[in-house]
């Protein structure tokens, strides 16, 4: 079955240094989205991206979908205490409605 | 909107009990999720469903767990006899179908904590 492979899987940066997360697939992608986990918490949706190249941003949040749609990428620009948690990749049947999630990457920041 | 609600919040029980966990959709969603969640495994899809329908039960790890969805606003998991290597953070998401706008965005609930001594 479809799988993506997310990394690092675990990240430490000191607070307002940058981080990107990478997630791949060998597989061309129909659309990928980005979920974020606080700890102890669920996982809550952040984007979605279907386009070819497709780049969006929230604020110091930034996300890229590959030209040939089998990767992505999460970029956080100077990161804050509040970006701990955990950041999944998921990918979208075309088939189905369910998604396949990415093993995430857990991001603690020293402040 | 209240989003998707699930019961209990945390669950302790013994090994070899019965163990019901319980999840409310968020109110005209088509499709349910239950996920399981570990250290060890991450997040795992149970099993799903579409309009009340189980889809895809691949996922089940065994004939212990089962679920239903009686309705479109209710559905159970339940782990009988359960495991202490079913301790996990069980939760459940509902979405709409909107795949012809390329769109299967999850709303999840705040999970279930099951410690299974």
């Keep these: ?64 979908f590959g030209e040939a749609k089998k990767n992505s990428s999460l970029h956080i620009t100077a990161t804050q205490t509040t970006d701990v948690g955990t950041y999944f990749c998921a990918v979208g049947s075309s088939n189905t409605g369910k998604l396949i999630f990415g093993q995430g990457t857990t991001l603690q920041v020293k402040p | 909107d209240a989003g998707v609600i699930q019961s209990p919040r945390h669950e302790v029980t013994e090994m070899g009990q019965e163990v019901t966990l319980r999840c409310k959709p968020i109110s005209g969603h088509d499709y349910l999720f239950w996920y399981r969640q570990t250290m060890m495994r991450g997040l795992e899809l149970l099993i799903y469903f579409n309009n009340n329908v189980p889809i895809d039960d691949s996922g089940m790890p065994e004939d212990r767990f089962s679920a239903k969805m009686p309705n479109a606003s209710f559905s159970t998991l339940k782990i009988q006899p359960s495991e202490p290597r079913d301790s996990a953070v069980y939760f459940c998401a509902s979405s709409l179908d909107l795949r012809d706008r390329g769109q299967l965005k999850q709303f999840f609930g705040p999970g279930t904590r099951l410690t299974v001594l």
């Excluded at chain 1, 940058?18 to 990928?32: A, E, R």
């Excluded at chain 1, 190249?53 to 604020?59: A, C, F, R, Y």
């Design chain 1, 1 to 64: 079955g479809q799988q993506v492979m997310q990394i690092p899987q675990y990240q430490h940066v000191q607070e307002g240094e940058d981080f990107t997360t990478y997630c791949n697939s060998s597989t061309t992608l129909s659309n990928i989205q980005w979920y974020k986990q606080r700890p102890g918490g669920h996982p809550v949706f952040l984007i979605q991206l279907v386009k070819s190249g497709e780049v969006k941003k929230q604020k110091r949040l930034t996300f890229q």
